[in-house]
């Protein structure tokens, strides 16, 4: 299990906060529905030659995150509790399955951000992230202090925007030397 670990502790470093993207009725909550989650998570996985599958057995979700090259895997079995035995309801219980087997998984956070989504920004994504790890090893330059210019302890915490120009001036100092 060793190199699945590793990978999902890189994943952690590349994958985005989640944003919670719709509103439960009945609970006036918010929360991330399935389609943010793989959004987010998905080209993510495949970069770091993950696999995640579900499928259901004897009314039971199971959630496989697999390492493609070793095929070491971790699995997750849920229950589909329905509150009537309809499809539309078969097909409620496997969505809210699939998104808390990979918030958990993945130990990924779900975060309220009704001021980003009001003022258009995003959070980094995945490919950005790298880019900038790789630059910053590149230059020299000590992460903390990098990142600490733009307030923030970890490229995922970065709007985009801000990212795209920690890019540029990293470029910048990598072409300087």
């Known amino acids: 299990m060793i ?3 590793k990978k999902i502790a890189e994943l952690n470093t590349y994958i985005g906060k989640v ?3 719709s509103e439960n009725k009945f609970l006036h909550n918010k929360y991330a529905d399935l389609n943010a989650i793989l959004q987010v998570v998905d080209p993510a996985l495949s970069e770091a030659g993950l696999l995640f599958v579900d499928r259901v057995e004897n009314m039971n979700s199971i ?3 697999i ?4 095929g070491e895997k971790i699995t997750s079995i849920m229950t589909l509790y329905m509150v009537k035995a309809d499809p539309q309801s078969y097909g409620s219980a ?3 399955n699939r998104r808390y087997a990979r918030l958990s998984m993945l130990n990924l956070q779900a975060e309220d951000d009704d001021s980003s989504i009001a003022s258009g920004q995003a959070f980094v994504k995945p490919k950005t992230i790298k880019k900038i ?3 910053i090893l590149e230059s020299g330059l000590k992460s903390e202090n990098v990142l600490g210019k733009y307030g923030v302890q970890n490229i995922k915490d970065l709007w985009e925007t801000t990212a795209n120009e920690l890019i540029v001036n990293l470029e910048k100092v990598k072409a300087a030397k």
């Open 67 to 70: 390492d493609i090259e070793s």
């Open 19 to 21: 944003t919670k993207n």
């Open 133 to 135: 790890t790789e630059l």
């Open 3 to 5: 190199n699945l670990y």
């Open 94 to 96: 496997l969505s809210y």
């Open 63 to 65: 959630h496989e995150l």
